[in-house]
């Protein structure tokens, strides 16, 4: 079947601009994760949906930054006044909890 | 705080011979294991999971080992091949909470 999708796969936005992240997870999978890998480091946590609701939003590293996920299914990462710092690749990973994530091939954000 | 963490951001090993990648963690409650193995420009792909119930778990040539009282943990791939050249993860969790992740190290298997 279909593995977690995201898109796009690339986005470059001058700084100061809103951008929106889309994941659509495996279907029928109740937890998807956001994450973000910064160039040359690992994986760091954003957040965590179970279902429609977010149980632990700890690692999202601003109040720029929202998720949120609709109908069990597709989520949307936002990130609004775009910083430099923000370049990273985001992450998104479902899950059939518990179980291992199972993730999507990114997108890769360049903020110029 | 870095409650996972790979001390070896880069490993080189001959096809043929052993790969062993190290992991250790800070967090005692931490229950659940995996490693996951990374290509660039895809995102990274489940290898094997380990209870902390058992201290060794198998899949083919893939062997991950759980030392509790060490907080350490290791994989070992063996005999090593050229397409397992990637960045491998480890990543820890408390039951079905956020997995945590270390830094990765890139394995190079030279023929």
């Known amino acids: 079947g279909a593995g977690v999708s995201q898109s796009p796969s690339n986005k470059v936005t001058e700084k100061g601009k809103d951008v929106e992240l889309r994941c659509d997870p495996i279907?029928?999978?109740?937890?998807l994760y956001w994450y973000r890998q910064r160039l040359g480091q690992g994986l760091e946590f954003l957040i965590y949906f179970q279902g429609n609701s977010a149980p632990d939003k700890s690692g999202l590293p601003s109040d720029r930054f929202s998720a949120e996920r609709t109908g069990e299914s597709v989520s949307t990462l936002t990130i609004q006044r775009t910083q430099q710092e923000d370049s990273a690749v985001y992450l998104c990973a479902s899950s059939d909890s518990p179980g291992p994530l199972h993730f999507g091939n990114g997108t890769r954000l360049t903020v110029t | 705080d870095q409650q996972v963490k790979q001390n070896s951001p880069s490993l080189s090993v001959q096809e043929g011979r052993i790969s062993i990648l190290n992991c250790d963690y800070t967090?005692?409650?931490?229950?659940?294991f995996l490693w996951y193995k990374k290509y660039p420009a895809e995102g990274p792909t489940f290898l094997i999971s380990i209870s902390s119930i058992k201290d060794k778990n198998e899949d083919g040539r893939f062997t991950v080992f759980l030392n509790k009282s060490a907080k350490h943990l290791s994989l070992h791939i063996v005999p090593s091949q050229p397409g397992d050249s990637a960045v491998y993860f480890c990543a820890a969790s408390k039951g079905a909470q956020k997995l945590v992740f270390g830094q990765g190290t890139r394995l190079t298997i030279n023929p």
């Open positions: 967090n005692s409650m931490f229950d659940y």
């Open positions: 279907s029928g999978h109740t937890a």
